[in-house]
């Protein structure tokens, strides 16, 4: 689920790029299927000469219990108690995710869940074959919900992260920092909402003259055109369903000169060694409006130019 900005053709657009040196961002992990990344399975060894007796002395039967669950951004780690001698390569879960890694020591496991999403509630069944393990593992993944920061010199570009309301069809709302760069002086920042530009119900946007159009649309000219004329007016704004909460995407087509340019601008929150992210991505057609807008100089494994890594604080 994501937000958008449109630039005209020769001005106006929403791209991001920074006049500041930043360390390089994270290395950006590809995402894989089930099949491409199977679960991996770590045998963790008896550590002392104690342990060791006392597992030789054990007489009680252990079963298949859940003794605890820890949710995360779009993870979960769920420690079990499992019999001695189980087929850990069996395992396998239902109703949402996968199982990205085992850790086994003694009778304890650690499952890791990946690719869940954000903000939802988890009812899971862990499965061996045919045969149901745990069944009403329930839990509610954490929300990206913060403040998010690219560069930290003299033009920073800062978003604020709203849950969304549960009346709207967003998962998060999107809004211009106070502390961005370009944030326009006096005006209040919940006024400010970049994503979505317009929401459902709300009046729209299509065919509104610039001098009409929302102080978000407005604070983009200022950030990253790079020409020296501003669009007549945003022809139209659609929000654009990618079947997941933590991608939003919109496309906004506005009008300069007698042209039309498209922007296609997505939001996607991700979760890398348990911090949250936000990449901030467009990309404009015809494509000649690109050349018309700042430029990120330090990408770094991100799709595009036109990318920003931002990083929750």
Same mark, same amino acid.
Not at 191 to 202: A, I, S
């Given at each position: 689920?994501?937000? *958008?900005?449109?630039?005209? @053709?020769?001005? #106006? ?26 679960? +991996? ?7 002392? @000469? ?13 079963? %298949? ?20 001698? %189980? &087929? ?13 890694? #085992? ?31 745990? &069944?009403?593992?329930? %839990? ?5 919900? $913060? @403040? ?12 604020? !992260?709203? &849950? ?18 370009? %944030? ?8 400010? +909402? ?12 299509? &065919? ?18 790079? $020409?020296?004329?501003?669009?007549? +007016? #945003? ?13 939003? +995407?919109?496309?906004?087509?506005? !009008? ?13 929150? #991700? ?40 990083? *929750?604080?």
């Amino acid at each position: 689920m994501l937000s *958008r900005f449109v630039l005209s @053709v020769f001005l #106006i657009i929403f791209m991001f790029t920074s006049c500041t040196t930043i360390e390089e961002p994270p290395a950006i992990a590809p995402v894989q299927t089930a099949e491409e990344a199977p679960a +991996r399975i770590i045998i963790e060894e008896t550590d002392t @000469v104690e342990d060791e007796i006392e597992a030789e002395v054990e007489t009680e039967e252990v079963s %298949f219990a859940v003794l605890d669950i820890a949710p995360y951004l779009q993870s979960a780690v769920i420690t079990t108690e499992m019999p001695g001698g %189980f &087929d850990f390569s069996s395992l396998a879960v239902d109703g949402g995710g996968r199982i990205e890694s #085992i850790k086994v020591h003694g009778h304890k496991a650690l499952l890791t869940i990946a690719d869940l999403e954000s903000s939802t509630d988890y009812c899971l069944s862990l499965l061996s074959g045919d045969d149901v393990l745990f &069944d009403g593992i329930t %839990f509610t993944t954490a929300s990206f919900a $913060g @403040v998010y920061r690219w560069g930290h010199g003299d033009e920073p570009f800062v978003l604020t !992260v709203e &849950d969304a309301p549960s009346s709207s069809e967003c998962s998060y709302y999107v809004y211009i920092n106070p502390q961005d760069s370009a %944030f326009p002086e006096g005006e209040y920042w919940h006024d400010l +909402r970049l994503y979505p530009l317009v929401e459902k119900g709300e009046e729209s946007l299509d &065919d509104v003259k610039y001098k009409n159009a929302p102080l978000a649309y407005k604070w983009n000219n200022e950030k990253w055109n790079t $020409g020296s004329m501003t669009p007549s +007016r #945003i022809k139209s704004v659609k929000l654009v369903d990618t079947g997941s909460k933590d991608e939003m +995407r919109a496309e906004i087509a506005s !009008v300069a000169l007698g042209f039309t340019a498209t922007a296609d601008v997505s939001f996607s929150f #991700i979760e890398m060694d348990g911090n949250a992210y936000l990449i901030f991505s467009s990309q404009m057609t015809p494509g000649i409006a690109n050349s018309f807008v700042k430029k990120n100089p330090s990408p770094g494994e991100l799709e595009s130019e036109y990318s920003y890594l931002l990083e *929750r604080e």
